[in-house]
């Protein structure tokens, strides 16, 4: 194709990014002051299309209704914490698009579930951090290192863990997992991905101690393996891959 073609398509595509439209974003709201149940709010919103769905939010709250709640901090899909459910998927609102999601219908936007919900968009994480500080996500090595020196580790055996050092416990995996929604006790996707990244670290002699945590009637085994996790997370973790690596390492030890 030559330069004289390719010209206007960019014009174009400036022109078409540059054209706003009104979108319909439906949020359920609660405000456990006011309201025995949540209810369903709609807003229309001015957006480009290259706007996230947390640029809509925030117009709503800037623009039009300041009680609106939600998390977030770095909007760049670092910090984990604007995940929610949005037309019925988990995502981060920082790294959803509203060109990507079909605007000729309105979008929906509600809490996450399987944690108790404290206001619109914004649920409880203490139990979904306890889960995650039960499975002791921290390099345990009961001798110290050389003086001076750091622990070495060959490129493979930093790669048999380098998925799972992905995490930015955003809970979207965990929130839609229906064995959690079910199963206040379970330990949840995100807290054996945790796990994971510490009982395959060559580094870490405590993988027994780990594995025998999840070796419980409310650890990996109630994993009914619906991929559910992996579809949901944001940082492209293969969750489901790692809870069937941990089942494994339940079984045979660590390999
Ligand atoms: S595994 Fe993925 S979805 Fe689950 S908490 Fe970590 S980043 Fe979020
Ligand atoms: S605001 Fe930090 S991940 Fe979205």
Redesign the pocket.
């Known amino acids: 194709m030559s330069l004289t073609q390719e010209a206007p398509a960019a014009g174009n595509d400036v022109e078409e990014a540059l054209k706003p439209f009104t979108v319909t974003v439906i949020i359920r709201r609660f405000d456990p002051e006011t309201m025995e149940e949540p209810v369903w709010q709609d807003f229309d919103v001015q957006m480009f299309p290259t706007d996230r769905v947390l640029d809509a939010l925030h117009q709503i709250k800037w623009e039009q209704d300041g009680t609106l709640a939600f998390r977030r901090s770095c909007a760049h899909g670092i910090c ?1 914490s604007d ?1 929610m459910r949005i037309n019925g998927r ?1 995502r981060l609102a920082c790294k959803t698009l509203i060109k990507d999601l079909d605007i000729s219908q309105p979008i929906y936007v509600e809490a996450i579930k399987g944690l108790p919900l404290e206001k619109d968009l914004i649920v409880d994480m203490e139990p979904f951090f306890e889960s995650f500080r039960e499975v002791q996500p921290f390099l345990m090595a009961s001798k110290p290192a050389e003086k001076g020196k750091e622990r070495v580790q060959s490129v493979a055996e930093r790669a048999r863990f380098d998925d ?1 050092t ?9 929130s ?1 997992c229906p064995v959690f929604w079910t199963d206040g006790q379970y330990f949840g ?2 807290a054996i ?2 796990a994971h990244r510490f009982i395959f670290d060559s580094r870490d002699d405590q993988a027994e101690v780990r594995l025998d945590i999840l070796n419980d009637q409310e650890g990996v085994w109630r994993c009914r393996t619906t991929f559910n ?1 992996t579809e ?6 293969q ?1 489901t891959k ?1 809870i069937a690596e941990v089942k494994q390492a339940v079984l045979r030890g660590r390999a």
């Open positions: 984990g995940a988990n799972t992905k995490c930015i416990l955003c809970a979207a995996c965990t839609s996707p995100a991905v945790n996790c949901a997370c944001p940082r492209g973790i969750v790692a």
